[in-house]
């Protein structure tokens, strides 16, 4: 059995190693490769290694929702199987995935390959590792997720509303399964490295807050347990957020004391939040402040895209 394998991508140094390391699968399993050129405007041709032959299809640049719909759709097999552009497969994968493919039931819609996240040996991992780590016990990530072409055709494909690598992948796994098909876990693996980024990346994060004001509106109150997604911090986050406000209100107000017992409320969430996220770090110094900075930023931060995204999603 025979597949299309679907890479979005935004040109990162990455899909070099990728496509380097899977190219040995591809040739031997005759799978056939898509790649998907997400970068907007009218960037240069993708430089692809020599030796992997690959269809370049072009992305609207609109996220990766919108990009493997793109893709999906152009494939010619029965099963496509969905890789991000950031992961370095095994030697084996290819065979591990004609393995899945093989042993899949007509009833299996989608088989979730195995993700490993490198974190260092000789330290705790910071936040962000934390956060990337998280990836390998996420259920049914299109990090290396294979769907067959009729669940996808079923249940329309991913949904374009969200615009960011942040539960999209959870949303179309419950709505294939809403449509009859079952999910399972393969055998095949892929290593997803924690790329740099900059102490502000989870204070940027947070713009997935409106993604979660759409599927609640979609879903409704009960979301989180349909989709399987753990519980978030968001009450807290509004509670912080409200009594900064309050603070500053009652301040302007010429209330000092009520401006005290607000500002001591919003310093007590936010240092619970901010003790919350160093514990398990690796606690020097660097780390330290960053958790203490940005943890006074996120609440209003979530908060806001939140009520952004309930305004904007009213009528979905």
């Excluded at 025979?2 to 799978?31: C, F, M, N, Y």
């Excluded at 009652?250 to 007590?268: F, N, Q, S």
């Excluded at 960053?290 to 209003?300: G, N």
Aim: proline share 9%; aromatic share 6%.
């Amino acid at each position: 059995m025979t597949a299309t394998v679907v890479i979005p991508t935004l040109g990162r140094p990455s899909l070099t190693v990728l496509l380097e390391a899977l190219a040995p699968g591809l040739a031997k399993h005759d799978l056939e490769l898509l790649l998907v050129d997400d970068r907007p405007g009218n960037p240069p041709p993708l430089e692809l290694p020599a030796g992997v032959e690959a269809k370049v299809l072009a992305g609207p640049a609109a996220g990766p929702a919108a990009a493997r719909n793109v893709g999906w759709r152009a494939a010619r097999h029965d099963w496509v199987a969905f890789l991000d552009d950031d992961v370095v497969p095994d030697a084996d994968w290819a065979d591990r995935l004609a393995d899945d493919l093989a042993a899949a039931g007509d009833e299996v819609g989608g088989i979730q390959g195995e993700l490993r996240v490198p974190l260092p040996a000789d330290r705790r991992p910071t936040d962000w590792e934390r956060v990337t780590a998280g990836l390998a016990d996420g259920a049914w990530i299109t990090a290396d997720m294979a769907y067959r072409r009729a669940a996808l055709e079923q249940c329309g494909g991913f949904d374009e509303r969200l615009p960011r690598a942040f539960r999209e992948d959870a949303e179309i796994a419950y709505r294939v399964r809403r449509d009859g098909w079952t999910l399972v876990r393969g055998r095949r693996r892929v290593t997803h490295p924690v790329r740099p980024e900059s102490p502000w990346v989870s204070v940027r994060t947070q713009r997935g807050n409106a993604d979660d004001a759409l599927l609640r509106r979609l879903y409704g109150p009960r979301w989180r347990e349909l989709l399987e997604i753990p519980p978030g911090r968001r009450p807290r986050h509004v509670a912080t957020t409200v009594a900064g406000l309050a603070a500053i209100m009652a301040l302007a107000a010429g209330r000092p004391r009520l401006a005290a017992l607000a500002a001591t409320a919003w310093a007590a969430g936010t240092a619970e939040f901010a003790a919350a996220r160093i514990a398990p770090g690796p606690r020097d110094p660097r780390e330290v402040a960053t958790m203490l900075v940005t943890s006074a930023v996120i609440p209003p931060v979530a908060t806001y895209h939140w009520l952004r995204g309930r305004l904007k999603w009213r009528e979905a």
